[in-house]
C-alpha cells in the first residue's frame, strides 16, 4: 500500500472575532489537517471557513491582508 502524499490546507475566513483568520496545515489528509491545528491551538475550533487544498509538487503563493 503506497503512503498518500502530504498536501497543504488552508482557510481562509478561520475562526472570525474582530476579523477572519488563516489557519494552515500539511497533512496527508483534511481530518489530520483538522487535528494538528486544534492541538496547536489548545481547543476545539467552531468556525473554519473556507477550505482550499494544494499539492506539494508545484509552486503556490497566497496572502491575507489585514485590515479595520
Known amino acids: 500500500m ?39 491551538r489548545g481547543y476545539d475550533v467552531y468556525e473554519w471557513g473556507e477550505l482550499s487544498i494544494y499539492s506539494l509538487s508545484r509552486k503556490i503563493a497566497r496572502c491575507v491582508s489585514g485590515g479595520s
Open 2 to 40: 503506497r503512503k498518500s502524499r502530504l498536501k497543504l490546507f488552508v482557510w481562509t475566513g478561520f475562526s472570525p472575532d474582530y476579523t477572519d483568520g488563516l489557519a494552515f496545515a500539511i497533512a496527508r489528509s483534511k481530518t489530520e489537517a483538522r487535528k494538528l491545528i486544534e492541538e496547536f
